[in-house]
C-alpha cells in the first residue's frame, strides 16, 4: 500500500518558522516529481512548491524567499521549511507525488499520491 504521511504542523505566532516532513512507504519516490500544496477552508487547493527528482523546485510567488523544498531521497522523504509564516497562511498542508521525471506541476490533477495532510495555524 502506497502512503505519503505529512508531520511537522501545528500553531505558530505570524513571523514564525516551521518544517514540513512528508514519508513516503509502499514505493520508491527517488525519480518522482513531488510537492507540497494548501487548502485553507472554503477554498481551492493551491500549489505551494514543487521538487523534481533531480533537485530542480519552482515556488509559488506567495511563498519564494520564505519558503524551502527539499527532499532527501534515501529517506523517501520529502521537507518544507517555512518562514516568516503569514496568518492567511493557516491551511492543511498536503504533499503529493507525481510522475517520474516529471516537473513540478500547479495542476492537481498531475499528482497520483496524497498525503492525508498536516495542519498549520499562524496566529495574529
Known amino acids: 500500500q502506497v502512503q505519503l504521511v505529512e508531520s511537522g504542523g501545528g500553531l505558530v505566532q505570524a513571523g514564525g518558522s516551521l518544517r514540513l516532513s512528508c514519508v513516503g512507504s509502499?514505493?520508491?519516490?527517488?525519480?518522482?516529481?513531488m510537492s507540497w500544496f494548501r487548502q485553507a477552508p472554503g477554498k481551492e487547493r493551491e500549489f505551494v512548491a514543487g521538487?523534481?527528482?533531480?533537485?530542480?523546485?519552482v515556488y509559488a510567488d506567495s511563498v519564494k524567499g520564505r519558503f524551502t523544498i527539499s527532499r532527501d531521497n534515501a529517506k523517501n522523504t520529502l521537507y518544507l521549511k517555512m518562514n516568516s509564516l503569514k496568518p492567511e497562511e493557516t491551511a492543511t498542508y498536503y504533499c503529493?507525488?507525481?510522475?517520474?521525471?516529471?516537473?513540478?506541476?500547479?495542476?492537481?490533477?498531475?499528482?497520483?499520491?496524497w498525503g492525508q495532510g498536516t495542519q498549520v495555524t499562524v496566529s495574529s
Open positions: 521538487i523534481q527528482y533531480k533537485g530542480g523546485t
Open positions: 503529493a507525488a507525481g510522475r517520474r521525471f516529471a516537473l513540478p506541476s500547479r495542476n492537481i490533477d498531475e499528482y497520483s499520491y
Open positions: 509502499g514505493r520508491t519516490f527517488t525519480n518522482s516529481v
